[in-house]
């Protein structure tokens, strides 16, 4: 009995001097939310003939121009925060190649150029991921298209139209709005 109540006057004493903080509810102010959409943008495969004009010649380059809508909506223009490109390429060729990809805007005016992507020949597994942040490209609000470019490296070795080799390009964006404003 004697060892409860001991036990019974520890236990409060020790609850009594416990550090405690004061609760701080002016920190809700700082919180807040972000909304994350994910969007396909483009995909494409190419294959070697589609490097051939119609008189039979080798061309080093195919362009793709794609819409990007997901920006004309005016929420989403005027709560992005940031925006995460992803690029995932399979490349069956014997070939490297040189990707350019560019946001534009309706116009056709440049709104972001990313870096060049070099991809080596016979790599299926190629990504690449570029981070925007509108506070340092605010431009790129008004992008309205993504155009790519894939070029040939060593365009000395000839391809052969015949040949069932693909290129594959596959692209989305993780877009990230400010849900408060």
Do not use: W
């Not at 609850?15 to 004061?22: E, L, N, P």
């Amino acid at each position: 009995m004697f060892f409860k109540k001991l036990l019974f006057l520890f236990l409060l004493f020790s609850t009594t001097i416990s550090c405690v903080d004061d609760l701080d509810f002016s920190q809700i102010e700082d919180y807040n939310t972000v909304q994350e959409f994910t969007s396909s943008i483009t995909y494409f495969k190419i294959l070697p003939f589609q490097f051939f004009n119609q008189t039979g010649v080798q061309e080093t380059e195919r362009t793709d121009v794609t819409d990007f809508k997901i920006l004309e909506n005016g929420y989403f223009r005027d709560n992005l925060i940031r925006l995460d490109f992803n690029i995932e390429i399979k490349n069956e060729y014997d070939n490297d190649f040189t990707i350019q990809v560019d946001f534009l805007d309706n116009n056709n005016f440049l709104t972001h150029k990313f870096q060049e992507i070099k991809v080596n020949a016979n790599n299926l597994d190629y990504k690449f991921s570029e981070t925007i942040k509108t506070s340092d490209n605010r431009n790129i609000t008004n992008t309205a298209k993504v155009r790519v470019t894939v070029k040939i490296d060593n365009s000395s070795t000839p391809l052969n139209p015949s040949d069932t080799s693909e290129f594959e390009f596959k692209s989305s964006a993780k877009i990230y709005l400010n849900a408060e404003a």
